[in-house]
Antibody, heavy 119, light 108 residues
Framework: EVKLEESGGGLVQPGGSMKLSCVAS????????MNWVRQSPEKGLEWVAE??????????HYAESVKGRFTISRDDSKSSVYLQMNNLRAEDTGIYYCTLLGADWFAYWGQGTLVTVSA | QIVLTQSPAIMSASLGERVTMTCTASSSVSSSYLHWYQQKPGSSPKLWIY???NLASGVPARFSGSGSGTSYSLTISSMEAEDAATYYCHQYHRSPPTFGGGTKLEIK
């Protein structure tokens, strides 16, 4: 059974930093592109970042709204993917989901972790 | 980026009623790259239909998907109580991947 478990969310002040983690199980983690998708009442579902495989030199891609502020990374030995978020803004508030990309759809989603950016 | 517009935003259906919701793309999307997700309150989205018309594992056969180009739809042949949820379309034809705003389906 595929499982994705996020952690690291919470309350942070504007301009602050936070690192999200996602531990995966039930599949060969190193064979799959991993993504972060967030959800908020204001913006709905919004893709945030993607990281590819070792064979792709761990290429990364970001939404324009987070480029230069967020960094996605992975540790295949720990079946984990991370999202380092810096210079956080109020509009970054939302539930952050770790997702497994199957072909070109988000095949599995974690339960999500809530990030609240507020003074 | 490709904008996906879903309609209606909210709809209600009686049990046993046929339901259809649509997803319109701002530019053409290959049918291979148009997908649907179901989300219930307090839960994360679940892959529901992939590549326009293929049901994900465990999805009841009363669901179907169709479409091409800029117009796609999700149909439920006979509404059941468990189908009440929000449905989102998603495209990965062109980066960045984008989602529609969702159709919230309620029981009448």
């Amino acid at each position: 059974e595929v499982k994705l478990e996020e952690s690291g969310g919470g309350l942070v002040q504007p301009g602050g930093s936070m690192k999200l983690s996602c531990v995966a199980s039930g599949f060969t983690f190193s064979n799959y592109w991993m993504n972060w998708v967030r959800q908020s009442p204001e913006k709905g579902l919004e893709w945030v970042a993607e990281i590819r495989l070792k064979s792709n030199n761990y290429a990364t891609h970001y939404a324009e709204s987070v480029k230069g502020r967020f960094t996605i990374s992975r540790d295949d030995s720990k079946s984990s993917v991370y999202l380092q978020m810096n210079n956080l803004r109020a509009e970054d508030t939302g539930i952050y989901y770790c997702t497994l990309l199957g072909a070109d759809w988000f095949a599995y989603w974690g339960q999500g972790t809530l990030v609240t950016v507020s003074a | 980026q490709i904008v996906l517009t879903q309609s209606p935003a909210i709809m209600s259906a009686s049990l046993g009623e046929r339901v259809t919701m649509t997803c319109t793309a701002s530019s053409s999307v290959s049918s291979s790259y148009l997908h649907w997700y179901q989300q219930k309150p307090g839960s994360s989205p679940k892959l529901w239909i992939y590549s326009t018309s293929n049901l994900a594992s465990g999805v009841p056969a009363r669901f179907s998907g169709s479409g091409s180009g800029t117009s796609y739809s999700l149909t439920i042949s006979s509404m059941e109580a468990e189908d009440a949820a929000t449905y989102y379309c998603h495209q990965y034809h062109r980066s960045p991947p984008t989602f529609g705003g969702g159709t919230k389906l309620e029981i009448k």
